[in-house]
């Protein structure tokens, strides 16, 4: 088992997932076949579990929002009186049965130490640049313990919500989550990649706070 920067996980907790999430290949889910969040998902616990860290399956469902949208639902505004720029995407969690064999959207949920949160490595193919809503892999840290939200923004410009359904399991019978022999090599190079991605996320969260940290003194 690879060994873990413990002098960075004291800094940050959850910079594993963190790493993963940015050094995630982007055109993983490339046609989109069906369930290939549910793959995304497996090759994520694979990697991360290699290291030691305990991750499981979450089923959920998924919304985005650009900022217009965002507002929008604040204000309780019915979708059917939203301007053309105002836009949201999601996927739905369909809790009757359905035709498809996996019918909902699926994280891989985190825990390390007493810090707990999901990374959705298939978020990226929700980006629509048309309307100003960015996407991408994501590792976010849940708000309170059992939480069954998640929440966060990408650049300022994309809300995303997660809903987690953890009773769903119909993902399980899937063959993207059954069959993993196709993304051996991947895995194998994403956990090489690691110890290095960590470093990099690292320093790039030193920046960002100690650039916080000067503007709020200004």
Same mark, same amino acid.
């Given at each position: 088992?690879?060994?873990?920067?413990?002098? $960075?996980?004291?800094?940050?907790?959850?910079?594993?997932?963190?790493? $993963?999430?940015?050094?995630?290949?982007?055109? $993983?889910?490339?046609?989109?076949?069906?369930?290939?969040?549910?793959?995304?998902?497996?090759?994520?616990?694979?990697?991360?579990?290699?290291?030691?860290?305990?991750?499981?399956?979450?089923?959920?469902?998924?919304?985005?929002?650009?900022?217009?949208?965002?507002?929008?639902?604040?204000?309780?505004?019915?979708?059917?009186?939203?301007?053309?720029?105002?836009?949201? *995407?999601?996927?739905?969690?369909?809790?009757?049965?359905?035709?498809?064999?996996?019918?909902?959207?699926?994280?891989?949920?985190?825990?390390?130490?007493? *810090?707990?949160?999901?990374? !959705?490595? !298939?978020?990226?193919?929700?980006?629509?640049?048309?309307?100003?809503?960015?996407?991408?892999?994501?590792? *976010?840290?849940?708000?309170?313990?059992?939480?069954?939200?998640?929440?966060?923004?990408?650049?300022?410009?994309?809300?995303?919500?997660?809903?987690?359904?953890?009773? $769903?399991?119909?993902?399980?019978?899937?063959?993207?989550?059954?069959?993993?022999?196709?993304?051996?090599?991947?895995? !194998?190079?994403?956990?090489?990649?690691?110890?290095?991605? *960590?470093?990099?996320?690292?320093?790039?969260?030193? !920046?960002?706070?100690?650039?916080?940290?000067?503007?709020?003194?200004?």
């Amino acid at each position: 088992m690879p060994k873990r920067n413990a002098s $960075l996980e004291r800094e940050f907790p959850d910079i594993y997932p963190i790493a $993963l999430a940015a050094i995630w290949p982007r055109d $993983l889910s490339a046609g989109r076949a069906q369930g290939a969040c549910v793959a995304s998902t497996r090759v994520v616990i694979e990697v991360l579990s290699r290291y030691g860290i305990e991750c499981r399956p979450m089923p959920c469902s998924v919304s985005l929002f650009n900022q217009q949208a965002a507002h929008l639902t604040v204000d309780r505004v019915p979708m059917d009186r939203w301007p053309a720029e105002a836009w949201s *995407v999601g996927v739905a969690a369909r809790e009757d049965p359905s035709p498809l064999p996996w019918d909902a959207h699926l994280v891989a949920e985190w825990r390390i130490g007493g *810090v707990s949160g999901i990374l !959705d490595a !298939d978020l990226g193919f929700q980006e629509r640049p048309d309307y100003d809503m960015p996407a991408r892999p994501v590792s *976010v840290r849940y708000l309170r313990p059992k939480a069954r939200t998640a929440t966060c923004e990408i650049d300022g410009r994309t809300s995303v919500i997660w809903e987690l359904k953890p009773h $769903l399991t119909q993902f399980k019978q899937t063959p993207a989550w059954r069959d993993i022999g196709w993304a051996s090599d991947l895995i !194998d190079s994403l956990v090489d990649q690691l110890p290095d991605a *960590v470093a990099d996320c690292a320093a790039l969260l030193r !920046d960002a706070a100690q650039s916080d940290g000067g503007q709020q003194q200004a």
